[in-house]
């Protein structure tokens, strides 16, 4: 029983304290209104199932214990989807709160269940990738009793519907296009993964609010990883008058079903109204009632922005929710949470903004707003002659010493004005200008570039390419001139030393970034070196995941052992005592040898190791110092590491003139690039007569090759403007095509890896090689001083091992 102190209730299971009121402890979960060894046995030996010994949706008691660590506390909803539930993870000693989803199936066929179950693993899948501040964290899927679970942060507060409906009446203007901003840059995020997730069901009921003033997505259920190549959906998904035609089957869902979508949830907010659905507003348009029609109070900017948002026409929509994210801004609204509801790189505050009202249940983060300072008038681009793309309205900002109108400007081409091959965005507007330092020969504009040695052989090309095509800026000639490939982690060192002095420098991965950044704030006052104004920000040029690189007579004896080749196997396999011959191979064949370059030195190294610390303590997120420090991992990073013959310096150069060189004699796996094991495929058959076998990481880490621009006092705003031509002439479907013969995959959602284009390795090689369309989950970045952390203890043990020639 428990009792009572000093007017609170201690647990009689476990003596914690819990507050007046409270029905189940805070830490244990068990019942504080009599004795909980009584109460839960009976709900333990007493599950609510179906004669099938299947459980019933949305059945379970208080108390009930789910995969023998989640404590059901209550019952928070119940649809026609499934059921949502209150649990405790008894995992940690915190007890934390956590939101159980139940999937629910009592009124489908098996088919349909097989198909549902199918769906809500891909619901796991999909958000146990993403990070952002506007989504749930999943930490756990699992089966029990013919029922599927997903396990996710418990979000306290109410939906955007639900305000609505307390509200009884449209919300505030402010508010509701402050909250435009937030759901705009979550919509960014998803859009713009190596593999882009369309939402497909935004609507108010879908959007949470959080107590702190934040929205959730909380409902994946409909989610999917959008396919260039497929031409119309297969189903039919979304809700009523938010869902667009395609989503009736009219076409294929993409980044604009989704802003459709948005246009059409800030239209409810704001007049209290659902939108006319999709095909009665195709057969009926007069029966469609503008936002205005129905709050006359709302701003003609709101009603523009929404109606644009709402095109039935795809192509006249905003094709980017960046492009909607700055019409907003350009409207004068500012996201009511700080840097909750921006877009990296992006501003959050607009120019002239305007401060949200309560509403049921405010935003208890609304900052005032800040106006930005007046921007100086853009450069005018020279367009090339003869160039896609360079239609009148393309020719950006300036024409006959005036701005272009701002309706163009928040239409289809709002962010995406075509330059060249590449883009040129809508905040060039707030660029600031910057004095000091020449450009080079007169009439012409110099940049040096530094980008990782895996790229070489297609920014090599790239850079000929640009020069040749004569790009011009402000009348002045633009010209790569100092360009060189560098391992990653020497070009960092190099440019924190003053040794390289770069205009831009593309890294094989943030990773490098975030260790630049922490590196030069810490030596500089806190001064950045990244510029990260809205058309300035990093952008990933290509993905490239880190893959175990293994000879084929070996990967057979590994995967009949372990049935996978992942970290847990290729440890086991190196502590054998006899080595291969344990595992059926021969005895001359030795012990299980490795390849990887130097952590310090090389990407992918850094890479290894990183990822072997997620793997170690089972994590994808927050890996910490104090956890690189374990001496666990230690031992098991030791003997990965002892395994290495001799390290590497460059991936490129190492596995070309190492691994592939002297072969399984000296190298039985490597860990490396994907694209590199593609590339050299030939020269491995050739030199070894077998191929080397990619095998991905459960949990990977992929290079996104950042495109950085500098901000540092020899770098000018003339310089900045030029490199960021050039990086979004890289973006251009052109060069990113271009990019694929080096075996990297793109980011432009307009090319594939499939498309059929002389010199691409992925059609050819992806069914003997099981090449994934689609990745699996990847590993947040750790922060710049784990990242350090990591390197230190590396250092101290492994800076004088055997390495190879560079």
């Known amino acids: 029983m428990q009792s009572h102190t000093g007017g609170f209730l201690t647990c009689g299971h476990c003596g914690t304290p819990n507050a007046p009121g ?314 009511p949470g700080a840097m909750k509801g921006s877009i990296p790189g992006l501003p959050n505050v607009a120019a002239a903004g305007r401060t949200a009202s309560p509403v049921t249940s405010p935003p208890a983060n609304a900052l005032p707003v800040t106006p930005l300072p007046a921007s100086n008038p853009p450069t005018p681009i020279t367009p090339l002659p003869g160039t896609p793309g360079q239609g009148p309205q393309a020719q950006l900002a300036v024409q006959g010493g005036r701005r272009i109108s701002r309706r163009l400007l928040l239409t289809a081409g709002a962010v995406s004005l075509v330059a060249g091959a590449g883009l040129l965005s809508l905040p060039f507007f707030f660029s600031r200008q910057r004095s000091g330092g020449t450009t080079g020969v007169a009439g012409q504009i110099a940049l040096s570039f530094v980008y990782s040695t895996e790229k070489e052989s297609w920014i090599s090309a790239a850079i000929e390419a640009f020069n040749q095509r004569g790009m011009n800026l402000g009348g002045k000639r633009i010209t790569l001139s100092q360009s060189e490939g560098r391992g990653s982690l020497d070009a960092r060192d190099r440019i924190l030393n003053g040794q390289l002095r770069p205009i831009a420098w593309s890294p094989a991965s943030a990773l490098e970034l975030n260790q630049l950044s922490d590196a030069w704030k810490a030596a500089h006052g806190g001064e950045e070196i990244l510029a990260s104004s809205a058309e300035l920000s990093p952008r990933s040029l290509v993905f490239s995941p880190l893959v175990f690189a293994v000879w084929e007579e070996r990967a057979r004896l590994l995967l009949q052992r372990y049935h996978a080749i992942d970290w847990e196997a290729i440890h086991s396999a190196v502590l054998l005592k006899n080595g291969w011959q344990d595992l059926g191979g021969p005895g001359d064949w030795g012990q299980v040898k490795l390849a990887q370059t130097r952590p310090d030195q090389s990407n992918s190294g850094l890479l290894s190791i990183t990822l072997l610390a997620y793997a170690y303590f089972h994590q994808q997120r927050d890996l910490t110092s104090d956890q690189v420090r374990d001496k666990g991992f230690l031992r098991y990073l030791g003997d990965i590491e002892g395994a290495v013959t001799q390290f590497g310096r460059s991936s490129g150069t190492y596995l070309e003139h190492e691994v592939i060189l002297k072969g399984p004699s000296s190298y039985d796996l490597a860990f490396t690039y994907e694209n590199l094991v593609l590339t050299y495929q030939a020269e491995a058959h050739q030199r070894q007569g077998m191929a080397l076998l990619p095998f991905y990481p459960s949990l990977n880490l992929l290079s996104d090759h950042p495109f950085a621009i500098l901000d540092a006092e020899w770098v000018t705003s003339e310089q900045q403007e030029a490199a960021r031509l050039f990086r979004d002439f890289l973006l251009g479907e052109e060069q990113q095509r271009e990019a694929l013969k080096s075996g990297f995959r793109p980011t432009n959602a307009a090319v594939t890896i499939y498309d059929r284009l002389a010199g691409n390795p992925f059609p050819g090689l992806a069914s003997s090689l099981k090449i994934p369309a689609q990745l699996g989950p990847e590993a947040q970045p750790p922060a710049g001083p784990v990242t350090d952390a990591l390197l230190q203890e590396w250092l101290s043990a492994y800076d004088n091992s055997a390495t190879a020639p560079s």
Request: charge should be neutral; aromatic fraction near 8%; charged fraction near 20%.
């Open 22 to 335: 409270e029905q189940f402890c805070i830490n244990c979960g068990y019942t504080l209104a009599g004795p909980p060894t009584g109460v839960y046995a009976a709900v333990a030996s007493s599950p609510a199932v179906t004669g099938g010994g299947r459980r019933i949706t949305g059945a379970l008691s208080p108390g009930a214990l789910l995969s023998g660590r989640y404590r059901i506390v209550a019952l928070v909803g119940k649809g026609g989807f499934g059921a949502v539930y209150k649990a405790l993870d008894l995992r940690f000693s915190a007890r934390r709160q956590v939101a159980i989803k139940e999937m629910g199936d009592a009124l489908l066929t098996p088919n349909e269940k097989a198909r549902a179950l199918a769906d809500f693993r891909q619901e796991a899948d999909l958000l146990v990738q993403l990070q952002h501040p506007n989504l749930p964290n999943v930490s756990d899927f699992f089966e029990e009793a013919g029922k599927a679970y997903l396990v996710m942060e418990f979000i306290e507060g109410k939906t955007l519907a639900k305000i609505l409906e307390e509200h009884g009446g449209p919300l505030d203007e402010a508010t509701v296009m402050g909250w435009g901003l937030e759901l705009c840059a979550v919509l960014h995020y998803l859009h713009t993964r190596s593999q882009a997730i369309i939402f497909r069901d935004m609507k108010p009921a879908n959007v949470m609010l959080t107590l702190d003033g934040q929205l959730k997505l909380i409902d994946f259920g409909i989610a999917r990883i959008f396919k260039s190549q497929v031409t119309r959906d297969t189903t039919l998904l979304g809700s009523q008058g938010y869902a667009p035609l395609e989503q009736y089957g009219r076409g294929q869902s993409d980044a604009r079903s989704d802003i459709y979508a948005l246009g059409a949830t800030l239209y409810e907010l704001l007049t209290g109204e659902l939108p006319l659905d999709a095909p009665t507003r195709r057969l009926n348009p007069g029966l469609f009632q503008t936002p205005r029609a129905l709050n006359p109070r709302i701003s003609a900017a709101s009603e523009e922005i929404i109606l644009t948002a709402m095109a039935e026409d795809p192509a006249q929509r905003y094709q980017t929710a960046a492009a909607m994210y700055m019409a907003i801004l350009a409207a004068g609204f500012s996201s």
